[in-house]
């Protein structure tokens, strides 16, 4: 009955063109047309299924895009050669001069920076405001928006975006509710939930080897097709291209995701469990303790739990920086940006991913100098982990309450 976006990503086959299990990579950045009419008419958009320019669209590429559909339950999805070059596609096609758009203050340092800084020079302006708040969001709305946007789960806060009402929101003006679900693919189904457009960087969870930067947007065929339009479309235009190899690499990689965020997701929550038990501060969705806990235990698909990041407040910065290089001489993973490799990630967002966040917002944001952001790796025994990675909190003494009650 209901779409089971694994299930869907399961059933989907293609065939390459020598009957390989894997579809046949484009090598082309250009094809031939037999007749000099198909050109005219493909350049003019009126052509499903002819290929003009690896820019536009190659077979790979729209391979994956099929992928990113099935994954969100959408009619379509373009890919792109990041995430970042999805979503500034996306807001400057919906966005013109003088438009207005909505979007949460919690998002990820490169988005924020488009929307305050860049933004400025297309005459668009931004109103930031506080997502788990859908009443704010209706405040902020002006006759001028276009566009009201979020992350599913923020970055690096973890703040669980109300998705059904922000979508009420949107519909009743007739304006799209644009989602970034980076940090819960097929925990969070954000357009099965009223969302209308979907991106994602795939360079995280859903590549999930670090090699690669690709991003998608996931939406409506007219949508899609409108990002494409070789006349006025932003995805077409700005050049955001997915090379054919990459689209390849990946859409191998998708056929793991299932396993990948159960295990990430099971991880993360055990190890959430444990530090909080032990008196550190964690923020984990899937912790009671967790203000958008219980939004998200209903937002979900049970299965692929809450996902595979959690934030720990050191206290200070020292503390985290001494901590994570601790934490890496320990092979328990790499002080590293980005998300969704095999092993654990941790970096300190005040002073690397959110830098672009201005310190006074940061601080109104809640987010401390000592926090460091965790991508929980795949590691088979988790205990073990947990057990090493409390060693390294001990000898730098890190756990106050243990310390007081041994005492
Ligand atoms: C990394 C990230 C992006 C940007 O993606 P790139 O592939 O690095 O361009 C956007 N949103 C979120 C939530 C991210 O984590």
Redesign the pocket.
Known sequence: MDHNASDALQDLHYFGEFGGVNPSISDSSTYTFLSAKTMFDTFEGNTEGCYLYSRHSSPSNLYLGEALAALEGTETANVTA??????SAVILQLCSAGDHLVSSRT??G??YAFMKNFLKRFGIEVSFVDITRPEAVQAALKPNTRMIYC?AV??PLLEVANIPALARLADARGIPLVV?N??SPLSIAPARLGAHIV?H????FINGTSDT???AVCGTREFCLALKDVNDGAGMLLGSTLDSLRAASILKNMRTLHLRIQKHSANALYLAQRFEADGLRVVYPGLASHPGHELMQELIVPEYGFGGILTLDAGSLEQANRLMELMQRENLGYLAV??GFYKTLFSAPGTS?SSEIPEEEQEAMGLSDGLIRFSIGLDHDIQRTYQRMRQCMESLELLPELNSTNG
């Not at 990041?82 to 979503?87: H, L, P, R």
């Not at 960087?201 to 995280?204: E, N």
């Open positions: 990041s995430g970042m070059g999805a979503i998002i990820y490169g988005t992350e923020s970055n970034d980076t940090f991106i960087s795939l360079t995280k930067v690709a991003g980005s998300l991913t």
